[in-house]
């Protein structure tokens, strides 16, 4: 009796075992985008000395839904997303003072909104070396008002894959003449992870923000052990005001793309609407003290518990939030919170600390292993197995031609 290896059925099992074990999200938006939309000659350019006017609206367009992003990084850089009907457009109103108290209008209600805000940003005197501004003493810190600062436009490029706009923002006053905050504003038409460090994982639904606060050591400080920190504040539909958001953290499968770190931290606001609309805004815990962004100039980023805001209106009143919910702020859930950068015994700020996280409608993708990754696990499972089945199948034919 003769035995023939299948050589095609072979190879039809191994592609099986490699590629499926790879996922891959369908889910896709169309992306467009405009730089102050219909804003007037005397607002956006004869008053828009070096790009100092920055209002951007993306339009995220997918088979059911319309995602709205408006990203105002001219005063207090804001970020307001609201989920649309597909027909429905948007309204701003602008004005001498720029915009003001419900200028931001959209033609059918939509049926999720949040927003986040960057208000403040501390320099203080980290005396204990605890890593955190929590319990320092206000006469160890020094306040940097998000309002205060001139917001430039470095950047702004759009393609119905990605939407990208970069600024930075300067005060010579506060934070001396070379020191400098940039903030980069990316989203994209679908998922994948982004291609610069730490390569959060970003779904269609995202808008991702990326900090830099370079140089911000004052040259008359008295301060020896700096720390930077900031203060943000996030909005959102709730049922009712009083339900805080939760902080969840998260271990995650592997450090292929950001290397040494296996936790995720995601701030989730509370689902609304029948259990259907929800937000959340996501990181990793980890800064990096070089522009290279190398594993080895890392440290910590530690988050305060979100409290509760009292008078929004007045605290955000030059936020694309207060351009939209303008005085029924106190109706939705509106709390703060402060992220601080370092460790103990990491020789304290220098002059470069960076942050990135991710503003998200719904609920945060889950991380799963590149294709790579499958790739080689497939392969280090399906070749055991493989052969595993051939020697079963050469000893079942060798003991049938024994009888």
């Given amino acids: 009796m003769k035995f023939f290896i299948n050589y095609k059925l072979i190879g039809f099992f191994m592609s099986f075992l490699v590629f499926g074990c790879v996922h891959a999200d369908g889910a896709k ?123 430039t436009r470095e950047e702004f490029n759009k393609s119905t894959n990605e939407v990208k706009v970069a600024v930075s923002g300067k005060d ?101 609407k029948n259990n259907t609309h929800a937000s959340y805004l996501q990181y990793r815990p980890i800064s990096y003290t070089e522009q290279s962004r190398d594993i080895t100039k890392r440290t910590d980023v530690h988050l305060n518990q979100p409290d509760f805001l009292d008078d929004a209106e007045t605290y955000l009143n030059l936020s694309i939030a207060y351009s939209y919910y303008g005085n029924t702020l106190d109706q939705y859930l509106v709390q703060s919170f402060n992220v601080s950068f370092g460790q103990r015994e990491d020789k304290f700020y220098s002059n470069y600390t960076t942050w990135t996280f991710i503003l998200g409608y719904g609920t945060s993708p889950p991380e799963h292993v590149s294709m790579f990754i499958a790739i080689l696990a497939c392969i280090g499972l399906g070749i055991p197995l493989l052969l595993l089945i051939i020697g079963g199948v050469y000893l079942a034919v060798k003991r049938m031609r024994n009888c």
């Fill in 29 to 151: 938006r169309t992306l467009s985008a405009e730089l102050n939309p219909n804003c007037p000659e005397s607002i956006c350019e004869t008053k828009n000395e070096n790009n100092a006017t920055t209002l951007i609206h993306v339009r995220a367009d997918g088979e059911n839904d319309t995602l709205h992003y408006i990203w105002d990084l001219s005063r207090q850089p804001s970020v307001l997303v609201a989920l649309c009907e597909r027909d429905t457009n948007v309204t701003i109103n602008w004005n001498e003072t720029f915009m003001d108290v419900k200028t931001v209008q959209f033609t059918i209600k939509p049926k999720y909104t949040m927003s986040f805000v960057l208000t403040k940003v501390f320099i203080f005197n980290d005396v204990t070396d605890q890593a955190s501004i929590i319990g320092v003493n206000k006469s160890n810190i020094e306040t940097i008002d998000a309002r205060e600062l001139t917001w």
């Fill in 172 to 272: 010579d006053a506060s934070i001396g003449c070379n020191g400098v905050i940039n903030l980069k504003l990316k989203c994209y038409n679908e998922e994948d992870h982004d291609k610069e460090t730490p390569h959060l994982l970003h779904s269609a639904n995202v808008t991702q923000v990326d900090m830099e606060f370079i140089d911000l050591i004052p040259s008359d400080t008295k301060f020896e052990s700096i720390r930077i920190a900031a203060e943000f504040v996030l909005v959102a539909d709730s049922e009712t005001t009083k339900t805080p958001f939760t902080i969840n953290k998260r271990k995650t499968v592997d450090d292929e793309n950001t290397p040494g770190v296996f936790t995720l931290i995601d701030i989730n606001t509370p689902q609304v």
